[in-house]
């Protein structure tokens, strides 16, 4: 082994120090919900398996069939790699939301980091929410673009942002469509008159509202009526749909742009069949049993509630899968997240730089795989477990 510089162990020691250090765990999912870490079956409120699917027989037996045609694609889709599960999978998902096309890429990381840099590059503007997913935030970084953040409850200084941007260059706006870390919404409809009044391109990016929000589960422009009026609609195959991969939903004439400008999916590998044929799958189910969505709904509004009415306190908004409590601190989140951990449930201790310093949080992600009766065991366990001052004592 080379001699590692001090820099290395000095950052590692910082990092443990500051209770930031994150430890590496294996886990098993498994179906309703649950998860198994060292032989013990925990509840799962921490993967983003709002549907339940990734363990879904359904979905398994065809990814095994299409094993049968190979593990790997063997080169990128311009080369080999665009299988016939791929290109099925490229119909089924433009129909699944309702647009012209549809493009595939290895992960939805890889469809923000190829898409942003193919839309805008030097002297174009970029106007990105602040809360946006770090993968929009480095396909911002990485087109070279003027980047413009803006607050999302401030949006009269984006409007001006966007009046005093060169106007002979390219403007586009990019959001979450609900915020990963927030579980809150864009409020894309005023996001649309902007982008319509200042003719921006507008990408919602909607990895944590495909299947899970909308009346057949678009997401998030679905769930504000504003499908036909955003550019792009970016999504992941890996939360509610189970598999992995990413997309980009748009008109054919982008769709065809981007097949031949997004580097990220002309220089790696295409998606596997099994992947292309588990999502395939996986869409059907999504379309065919929408009480999979309702119960998940439910299963929110239930959590809130339990919540709420044992005196917990910073519990953020939303309408998603997505229930954050704010604890501040790094090290209280995580202590909480041990005593959870203890009775039984998986919650996730998001800490810095994930979050803003001092806004460390629990985030419980929730499934349609979880019970009433889970849920309510959950709040519970969390009202006991945080320190006095978080919960109403009587
Ligand atoms: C998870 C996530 C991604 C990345 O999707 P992967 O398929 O896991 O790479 C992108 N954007 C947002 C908002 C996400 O939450």
Redesign the pocket.
């Known amino acids: 082994m080379r001699v590692e510089p001090n820099w290395l162990s000095e950052a590692l020691c910082h990092l443990d120090g500051s209770h930031l250090l994150r430890e590496k765990r294996e886990v098993e999912l498994l179906v309703g919900g649950r998860c198994r870490i060292d032989s013990r079956n925990l509840l799962d409120f921490s993967s983003?398996n709002y549907l339940d699917l990734a363990r879904d027989p359904g979905v398994l037996s065809a990814a095994a069939e299409a094993v049968e045609a190979g593990l790997g694609a063997g080169a990128s889709p311009l080369v080999t790699g665009r299988s016939p599960h791929y290109r099925l999978l490229e119909e089924t998902l433009a129909e699944f939301e309702g647009t012209p096309a549809a493009l595939l890429f290895p992960?939805?990381?890889?469809a923000?980091l190829g898409t942003v840099p193919a839309l805008v590059g030097r002297d174009d503007t970029v106007f990105s929410d602040r809360d946006n997913?770090a993968?929009?935030i480095d396909g911002c970084r990485l087109s070279r673009a003027r980047i413009h953040v803006y607050e999302r409850n401030q949006l009269d200084d984006l409007d001006t942002a966007l009046a005093s941007s060169p106007q002979q260059h390219r403007r586009l706006i990019v959001t979450?469509g609900v915020f990963?870390m927030e579980g809150e919404l864009a409020p894309l409809a005023d996001l649309c008159e902007l982008a319509d009044a200042h003719e921006a391109m507008l990408l919602v990016?909607e990895?944590?509202a495909t299947g899970v929000l909308g009346d057949t589960g678009r997401g998030s422009c679905q769930w504000h009526g504003v499908e036909d009026r955003v550019t792009f609609r970016?999504g992941?195959?890996?939360?509610a749909i189970g598999s992995?991969?990413?997309f980009v939903a748009a008109s054919v004439n982008w769709i065809e742009y981007l097949w031949n400008t997004a580097r990220t999916q002309i220089f790696s590998t295409a998606l596997s069949p099994a992947s292309c044929a588990a999502a395939i799958e996986a869409l059907r189910l999504i379309v065919a049993e929408p009480d999979r969505r309702q119960v998940l709904s439910q299963r929110g509004i239930q959590l809130r509630s339990h919540l709420t009415s044992l005196g917990v306190e910073g519990v953020l908004d939303g309408a998603g899968p997505i229930v954050p409590i704010i604890l501040h601190e790094p090290e209280t989140c995580l202590s909480v997240a041990r005593k959870l951990f203890v009775d039984g449930f998986l919650v996730a201790a998001i800490r810095p730089p994930t979050v803003p310093a001092g806004t460390a949080r629990l985030r419980i992600s929730l499934s349609s795989g979880h019970t009433e009766d889970d849920v309510a065991r959950l709040a519970e366990a969390v009202a006991i477990a945080l320190p006095a001052s978080s919960a109403l004592r009587d």
């Open positions: 983003n992960t939805g990381f890889a923000n997913h993968s929009l979450d990963s990016d990895a944590h970016v992941t195959l890996s939360k992995s991969g990413g």
